[in-house]
């Protein structure tokens, strides 16, 4: 009790390990797992007070209060709703025991401290979240541009001035248009499931 007690008051308590595949079940994260929804771990940093699951589909973190308290709140994240930002990887100096991962989902900031001995295998995990990060960016853009284009095609009709009839029968068409063309761009730029990216650039 006295070293886990030395432990936290250290800070080391706060350094994680990454969790192995063959030991996924052994994780208070993998309760939350949605298997029903084809949901798969692909990351997991465990620490003595929290776990950090990356899954295909969602950012999961089993928040402890301490390395000395049983009690956890679990967060969800999912990637349709929560965008990754800012990720960066910072390296170990000469005395340090850990590295970094730092990155923002919404308007929530984490960093994560991970043995240096597993530095090599967290790049990993900077490379698909840093390539999330640029694709769920450029998908907004689109996703605002395709948005634009259809407001735009709203006000030339409204300028156009046709007669009553005509107007409300174009609309109508248009607003059939603008609801299946929006529903395919949201299909092609609000992606759900980064499974493809982890299994690129995870190699555990």
């Known amino acids: 009790m006295l070293k886990k007690l030395a432990s936290d008051a250290l800070g080391l308590s706060d350094i994680g390990k990454i969790i192995g595949p063959a030991d996924y079940d052994k994780t208070d994260a993998d309760d939350y797992i949605r ?19 990356f899954t295909n589909l969602a950012f999961i973190h089993v928040d402890g209060d301490t390395a000395v308290s049983s009690k956890r709140t679990l967060k969800r994240y999912a990637y349709s709703q929560y965008k990754f930002a800012d990720v960066a990887l910072e390296t170990a100096g000469k005395v340090d025991l850990d590295v970094e991962i730092k990155f923002t989902l919404g308007n929530q ?30 998908n907004s853009i689109q996703m605002d541009m395709a948005t ?10 409204h300028n156009a001035r046709p007669s009553d009839v005509q107007l409300a029968d174009q609309y109508k068409q248009l607003t ?21 990216v982890f299994e690129k650039y995870i190699n555990n």
């Open 148 to 157: 634009q284009s259809l407001d735009r095609a709203v006000q030339v009709l």
């Open 109 to 138: 900031a984490f960093s994560i401290d991970v043995d240096k001995k597993q530095l090599d295998q967290l790049k990993d995990l900077y490379k698909a979240l840093g390539y999330i990060a640029e694709v769920t960016h450029e």
């Open 35 to 53: 298997h029903e929804d084809n949901e798969k771990i692909y990351f997991l940093i465990k620490t003595k007070a929290d776990e950090y699951c």
């Open 176 to 196: 059939e248009f603008g609801f299946d063309w929006m529903q395919q761009a949201r299909a092609k730029y609000h992606e759900k499931d980064f499974g493809a």
